[in-house]
């Protein structure tokens, strides 16, 4: 008789049985690809902003890119990963909504974080780099369940 509490056990019969491999991949694919898009779009919007609004042009540029990842995520998460047939409209206003939440969560968490890592591993300089690291794989773990639940739930 095996040990259900053993990490063995809790892979095969605990959380891994809610995600199927190969959707995850996607997810992250999409993700990965999604990163690299989202800071393009940031980077160009600024410099094409940096002439109106010198001095804000990264808080425009940041929320015109992130709308725009965020609708390019939706679309690769809804056609690559989740491939559902539900109605766009009502789908991306969910994936807005988890998306909030993991704005919120990383926003709460970033200072507490980061002062707890320069507290008690003395990491002064890289403490804000670790911290975004870890509320990062928080944040793909919980949008995972969160799209998978909420955005592109089936009926």
């Known amino acids: 008789m095996s040990n259900p509490f053993s990490s063995a056990a809790f892979i095969r019969n605990g959380i891994v049985k809610y995600i199927p491999s190969a959707q995850l991949f996607r997810y992250i694919l999409v993700g990965g690809w999604n990163t690299l898009f989202g800071y393009t779009c940031f980077f160009l919007i600024n410099r ?8 804000y042009s990264y808080i425009a540029a940041s929320l015109a890119s992130n709308l725009i990842a965020i609708t390019v995520a939706f679309l690769g998460y809804k056609w690559f990963v989740f491939q559902t ?46 911290a975004g690291a870890l509320v990062a794989i928080f944040t793909v773990v ?9 955005s592109f739930r089936q009926p």
């Open 48 to 55: 094409w902003l940096s002439h109106l609004l010198p001095a």
């Open 85 to 130: 047939k539900g109605s766009y409209l009502r789908e991306w206003l969910r994936s807005l909504i988890v998306y909030s939440g993991t704005i919120i969560f990383s926003a709460i968490a970033m200072a507490p974080l980061v002062g707890l890592i320069r507290h008690n591993f003395r990491y002064q300089t890289q403490a804000p780099y670790i």
């Open 142 to 150: 919980s949008s995972f369940f969160g799209h998978k639940h909420l």
